[in-house]
């Protein structure tokens, strides 16, 4: 698999990725918007679990190679294993978790790597979510937030000299910045522009085609949908408007509820972690 590992963007093939199921997932310490407001009502774990397989089955019925980590009750954020690292070109990355309750999880995913002979970076020190970093070619987004620092955005440019990458500060309530931004293509990306001030909405509108998304759409993370490639997407079925703007603009849009599990902040791109998307030939 070490030899296979590559990711150069958000919409090549996608190939292998990294879930973990929500076994023990439950709100167990607000750490996000979203989980204030469903905190009294909290997660039906059962129902995460059952949402989680037929996400599984339909990324596999699309050729896909899951592998899932092994899920340990101390950690009930698990389940978003996109943060816990991510992989630019054929280096995956792991660093410190932002959160004291999620701190712990990348020795998982650390062991599982070791076990499958593949080599990482350790940013031990460096506090850099994968939620927070987007990329496109030799351009990597990185959020500033909450999770994820200007120090280790600039140490990320130091391990990754070839690429060029972007701070981009984002209102820090939104959590990761796949929260209200996201790339579909090398023309295309969608947008939440209230979460922006006016100097990074001026720079990413003016790389992309932007397409915008409401309030409300926001805030059932529309932006936060996975491209396995060829114009495809999954997303919930519960964002009608964006996913209706997809398809007039071509795109192929896989429906899957998973709406229990993002009660704890986080959708189809916070649950994938990307091993290999094939490039394709020029």
């Given at each position: 698999m070490r030899d296979q590992m590559a990711c150069y963007s958000e919409y090549d093939q996608l190939k292998d990725v990294i879930l973990c199921e929500p076994k023990f997932m439950k709100i167990r310490e607000v750490i996000n918007e979203t989980q204030k407001y469903y905190a009294d009502e909290n997660i039906d774990t059962e129902l995460a679990v059952k949402q989680h397989k037929r996400?599984?089955?339909?990324?596999?019925?699309?050729?896909?190679?899951?592998?899932?980590?092994?899920?340990?009750?101390?950690?009930?954020?698990?389940?978003f294993t996109r943060?816990?690292?991510?992989?630019?070109?054929?280096?995956?990355?792991?660093?410190a978790m932002g959160r004291e309750i999620r701190q712990g999880e990348?020795?998982?995913?650390?062991e599982w790597m070791n076990e499958e002979h593949i080599t990482i970076k350790d940013l031990q020190h460096d506090s850099i979510e994968g939620g927070d970093v987007l990329l496109d070619r030799k351009t990597v987004y990185v959020g500033v937030s909450h999770?994820?620092?200007?120090?280790?955005?600039?140490?990320?440019?130091?391990?990754?000299?070839?690429?060029?990458?972007?701070?981009?500060?984002?209102?820090?309530?939104?959590?990761?910045?796949?929260?209200?931004?996201?790339?579909?293509?090398?023309?295309?990306?969608?947008?939440?522009?209230?979460?922006f001030h006016e100097e990074e909405l001026k720079l990413l509108t003016s790389r992309y085609q932007t397409i915008e998304i409401?309030?409300?759409?926001?805030?059932?993370?529309g932006t936060n949908i996975l491209s396995i490639g060829d114009k495809t997407i999954f997303a919930l079925p519960v964002n009608k408007k964006i996913n209706a703007k997809l398809k007039e603009r071509g795109y192929h849009v896989?429906?899957?509820?998973?709406?229990?599990?993002?009660?704890?902040?986080?959708?189809?791109?916070?649950?994938?972690?990307?091993?290999?998307?094939?490039?394709?030939t020029p």
């Open positions: 996400f599984i089955k339909a990324l596999e019925e699309k050729g896909i190679t899951v592998h899932c980590l092994p899920a340990i009750q101390e950690y009930p954020e698990q389940v943060d816990i690292g991510f992989t630019i070109g054929h280096t995956l990355y792991i660093s990348e020795k998982i995913l650390k999770r994820t620092s200007r120090e280790a955005i600039a140490n990320l440019q130091k391990h990754e000299p070839e690429y060029t990458i972007i701070p981009v500060p984002f209102n820090e309530k939104y959590l990761h910045l796949d929260c209200v931004f996201n790339v579909l293509s090398p023309e295309e990306a969608i947008i939440y522009p209230p979460a409401d309030e409300d759409e926001q805030f059932t993370l896989i429906e899957v509820d998973i709406t229990e599990i993002i009660k704890s902040g986080g959708a189809f791109r916070c649950i994938t972690l990307p091993l290999d998307r094939q490039k394709p």
